[in-house]
């Protein structure tokens, strides 16, 4: 089977993608091994809410015309929108379709398929971030008695043992979990490294409101000192709530949660952890207050009329966290350390020394190979459902131009369909 | 760095140096490891005297530009005959000259003039392990207290935020804070 792009994974990204090729008229199939949302549907919690809010999910051509903006969508209803959106497209989604190997070929790539083999003049990787779970290799040194649980095989807390929980890890998911954990009597051990703490409301907004409109999500990834430092920040420590709940260490210390150190090793049938906790505490504090002080400057240059300026209590450490735990009283341990990308199919030389794809701004280093839905590829905001669109955009633009470098003699001149992008939003 | 020229900061560290480094020694992970050597003596006692010269980095061997020579020894408390310092207060020399290192350069990364940059440590022990009295109690400190009282051209916040990033990037804090394999062979 021959087409001039594949695009790799049917969710937000991928669906932005064929959307954008599909306006510029640019023949292309999207290979998804499950379903479309596939991710969305089988590796997440049941409680689980986008830390976005609705109106905040913003495809190209797809936006949220319901009532209630401000909420956040549970799982079912973030499926039923990646679904709606991919009907609304008429996404040429090929699902069940698993690819198992991407090779250059003559004219592009040969993509091999548990379902027939695919030539393309161009290859799409919207596979995802979160494909394999990063855990220390000491993980693998847990005594039989504890349980040792992925984040994305957790669903709800009556599926873990009753008894003492380690939750690693204290980004958006090891803070949810371990709030939930700890409410359902399972006493909860959190071991906290770098994270970032952030309140869900302020000054009488959403965070991400401000964020947004404050243009702080728009960065761009050639406007950074620190590139690989940017898109290795944790994710901020938030809940998807209306009620402007925060679920920061202060919160969680509030109901029982533990605190201790990064989990440094297993000895001896003990977990280590780090002394680094008030540090990481300090660090994540500081770093909270510098992004307030660049909303409350940028409210104050708007003329802005919003409530007034809020500071957050310092996150309490004990004196002296504890810089080990007895596993005998702990019956599972639950990894929220993260994921990377899965690119084991890849057959090509696009990867670094880690395992990473090397890619400047999704434009991979190979001739049209492009990457999209990596944390900080083109923006802050790329690692969101929001952010596909302009990466989507931006990259299809770059895809086009290789598509007309590299055809061969007298290439049937394609009708720009810029049409299509006027065209009224479909409402959700 | 627009505002580092400006205001003509002068920490003494070389930042430009530092930053080159970095960005070259992520092209060249190997030469990034680095060996740190102490060859050590007994004097008699509880005192011995340890040497630093050589060292390997970027590759190669490297030298100090001259030899360091540090006694270390015990009290007279603890009836000995208190030619150096003690081994632990070594260990805080080594954490003292890594965070005012870090606080420096990271003052000079981001233009803040420091003044004066004064830290005061203090390692809390209960010697019952030492001395075998008491399995429970560990050997080692039981906790670390620096306080730096830091004199600067910066905000409150810009100043904690020194210290906090000093922390982060620093090896010694690291290797206090977390475990490290040590073996320990004889002939």
């Known amino acids: 089977m021959r087409t001039d792009v594949i695009v790799i994974g049917a969710g937000h990204a991928g669906l932005a993608m064929s959307r954008h090729l599909a306006a510029r008229s640019i023949d292309h199939v999207v290979l998804e091994r499950g379903e479309v949302a596939n991710s969305w549907k089988t590796e997440r919690w049941d409680s689980l809410r986008l830390l976005t809010p609705n109106w905040q999910s913003r495809l190209p051509g797809y936006e949220y015309r319901g009532d209630d903006p401000e909420g956040f969508r549970t799982m079912p209803e973030t499926i039923a929108f990646l679904e709606g959106y991919a009907r609304a497209i008429a996404a040429p989604v090929r699902t069940r379709t698993t690819v198992t190997s991407v090779r250059r070929a003559e004219d592009g790539y040969a993509v091999s398929t548990d379902r027939g083999a695919w030539r393309a003049r161009a290859v799409v990787l919207a596979s995802g971030a979160c494909n394999l779970p990063s855990v220390p290799p000491f993980a693998a040194a847990l005594p039989d008695s504890v349980a040792s649980v992925y984040s994305k095989d957790y669903r709800n807390p009556a599926q873990l043992a009753e008894g003492g ?36 409301r302020y000054r009488g907004r959403d965070i991400q409101w401000w964020m947004d409109t404050a243009g702080i999500l728009e960065l761009r990834h050639d406007e950074v000192d620190d590139l690989g430092r940017a898109r290795n920040v944790p994710s901020l420590q938030l809940t998807g709530n209306t009620e402007g709940r925060t679920t920061d260490l202060n919160a969680l210390t509030a109901i029982g949660v533990r605190l201790v150190g990064r989990l440094a090793g297993l000895r001896e049938g003990k977990a280590l952890f780090s002394g680094s906790l008030a540090n990481q505490a300090a660090l994540s504090d500081l770093k909270m207050n510098r992004l307030l002080d660049a909303i409350d400057a940028w409210a104050s240059a708007q003329g802005l009329d919003a409530p007034p300026r809020e500071r957050f209590a310092p996150t309490r450490i004990e004196a002296l966290p504890a810089l080990s735990l007895d596993l005998r009283g702990i019956r599972t341990v639950l990894w929220a350390t993260g994921y990377r990308p899965d690119y084991s199919w890849l057959e090509l030389p696009v990867l670094d020394r880690k395992g990473r794809i090397r890619h400047a701004g999704g434009v991979a280093d190979a001739p049209g190979l492009y990457v999209l839905g990596l944390p900080f590829l083109r923006r802050r905001k790329s690692a969101l459902i929001d952010g596909a669109g302009d990466d989507a955009r931006a990259l299809s633009a770059r895809l086009a131009a290789h598509l007309d470098a590299t055809a061969k003699a007298a290439p049937i001149p394609r009708i720009a369909r810029a049409a299509d992008f006027a065209s009224p939003a479909i409402s959700f | 760095m627009t505002a580092v020229a400006e205001k003509q900061v002068k920490n003494g560290v070389n930042v430009e140096a530092l930053l080159g480094a970095r960005e070259a020694l992520s092209k060249a992970p190997e030469a990034a490891k680095f060996n740190w050597k102490a060859t050590s003596k007994w004097v008699g006692g509880t005192h011995t005297r340890t040497n630093m010269k050589s060292f390997f980095g970027l590759g190669q061997d490297q030298s100090h530009k001259s030899e360091f020579s540090f006694d270390t020894d015990h009290p007279e408390i603890f009836a000995s005959e208190d030619k150096g310092a003690t081994p632990v207060e070594m260990v805080l020399t080594g954490l003292a000259g890594c965070l005012t290192a870090g606080v420096a350069a990271v003052a000079q990364l981001r233009g803040i003039q420091l003044r004066s940059v004064k830290a005061t440590l203090e390692g809390s022990m209960d010697i019952q392990g030492i001395l075998g009295i008491d399995s429970d109690v560990r050997n080692g400190f039981d906790g670390v207290k620096v306080h730096f009282d830091i004199d600067a051209d910066g905000t409150r916040e810009e100043i904690a935020a020194l210290v906090a990033q000093s922390q982060k990037r620093s090896a010694v804090y690291d290797i206090l804070t977390n475990p490290t394999n040590v073996s320990v062979t004889v002939n």
Not at chain 1, 166 to 177: D, E, F, K, R
């Open chain 1, 165 to 200: 929980v380690l939750v690693v890890g204290a980004s958006a998911t090891g803070v949810q979990l371990a709030e939930e954990i700890q409410r359902s009597g399972r006493p909860v051990t959190l071991a906290v490294g770098e994270h970032i703490r952030m309140p869900r």
